[in-house]
C-alpha cells in the first residue's frame, strides 16, 4: 500500500499496525501474563504509576493479607499503606475493596472467570460499572485474559494515534477506544499486537517528550514528523532501522 501524510485515518491505523508488527517482536494470546484478578487489581494500581511501583504494591498487598478475602476485610488505611508505593493510595485502596465486596457478593467468589462466556459487551460494562475501572482497565482484562475483540488505548497509544494522524487532535482516550476499534479487525491478536507494540513505541521511541523521529518506522506518514521536520526523505526512510535492536534497552512488559 502506497500511505502519505494525506492518507485516510483508517489506512494509516493499519499501516500503524503492519510496519510496528514487524519492528517488534510479534505477540501470541497463548499465554495470560497474569491471572484475570491480577489483571484487574494490578492494573487499578497501576494508574499514574510506574510498573516497578505498581508491582511492589501489588506484592506488599499480598504479602500483609494473604488472599482476597483479607484484603477485603483489612482495615482501609491498612492497606493504604501497604500500596504505598501507588500515585494516590488512599484513594485506591478502598476502591480495591469495593471492587472485591462486589465481585463476591456478585459471584460468590473472588473469580472472574464467567467473562469468558459472556457477550463482549456485557462483560465492559460489568466492568465499567465498579468503581475506579474505565475502558482502559476493562478492555486490558477483557483482551490479555479472555481473547475479547476490545482495545486497550493507554497513554502510549493515544499519543501515537494523534501524533501519527490515525485520531484527531482533541479526541479523548474514550474516544479513541471506540475509532480505532472501528478502524482495524475484530481478530482479537491483531488487537493485541496494535496495542503492545504502539505501548512500546511511546515507551522506547515516541517519548511525550523528545520522541526519536530518527529510529521511527512511521515517519513516511506520522503528522508529527512532517509537522516538525518536512517530509521523510528517500535518505531518512533508507536510515530507518526495519527492527527493535535489543542493544536498545529491555521492551517493557
Avoid at 142 to 166: C, E, Y
Avoid at 201 to 206: D, F, T
Wanted: net charge neutral; glycine share 4%; hydrophobic share 40%.
Amino acid at each position: 500500500m502506497s500511505i502519505t501524510y494525506n492518507s485516510p485515518a483508517a489506512e494509516k491505523t493499519w499501516q500503524d499496525h503492519v510496519l510496528l508488527n514487524q519492528f517488534y517482536p510479534p505477540l501470541t494470546l497463548d499465554n495470560p501474563r497474569r491471572s484475570p484478578m491480577r489483571e484487574l487489581i494490578s492494573t487499578v494500581l497501576s494508574h499514574r504509576t510506574t510498573h516497578a511501583d505498581e508491582e511492589l504494591a501489588y506484592d506488599r498487598m499480598l504479602e500483609a493479607f494473604g488472599d482476597w478475602a483479607r484484603v477485603l476485610a483489612a482495615p482501609t488505611a491498612a492497606l493504604a499503606h501497604a500500596i504505598r508505593t501507588t500515585r494516590w493510595p488512599d484513594t485506591q485502596a478502598p476502591r480495591i475493596q469495593e471492587i472485591l465486596r462486589r465481585i463476591q457478593a456478585e459471584r460468590g467468589e473472588f473469580a472472574l472467570d464467567f467473562l469468558a462466556d459472556w457477550p463482549t459487551e456485557k462483560g465492559m460494562a460489568w466492568l465499567n460499572d465498579m468503581p475506579g475501572i474505565g475502558l482502559k482497565t476493562a478492555s486490558l482484562v477483557l483482551l490479555f485474559n479472555f481473547q475479547k475483540p476490545v482495545l486497550p488505548v493507554d497513554t502510549h497509544v493515544h499519543r501515537i494515534a494523534q501524533r501519527v494522524g490515525m485520531i484527531g487532535p482533541k479526541a479523548s482516550a474514550d474516544k479513541a477506544h471506540q475509532v480505532l476499534l472501528e478502524q482495524l479487525p475484530k481478530d482479537p491478536l491483531v488487537l493485541l499486537n496494535f496495542h503492545k507494540h504502539n505501548y512500546w513505541h511511546g515507551q522506547k521511541i515516541c517519548f511525550f517528550a523528545k520522541p526519536d523521529c530518527a529510529r521511527c518506522p512511521l515517519k513516511g506518514f506520522c503528522n508529527y514528523y512532517l509537522e516538525h521536520y518536512g517530509p521523510a526523505t528517500p535518505e531518512a526512510l533508507a536510515a530507518t532501522p526495519a527492527h527493535w535492536d535489543t542493544a536498545w534497552g529491555t521492551l517493557p512488559h
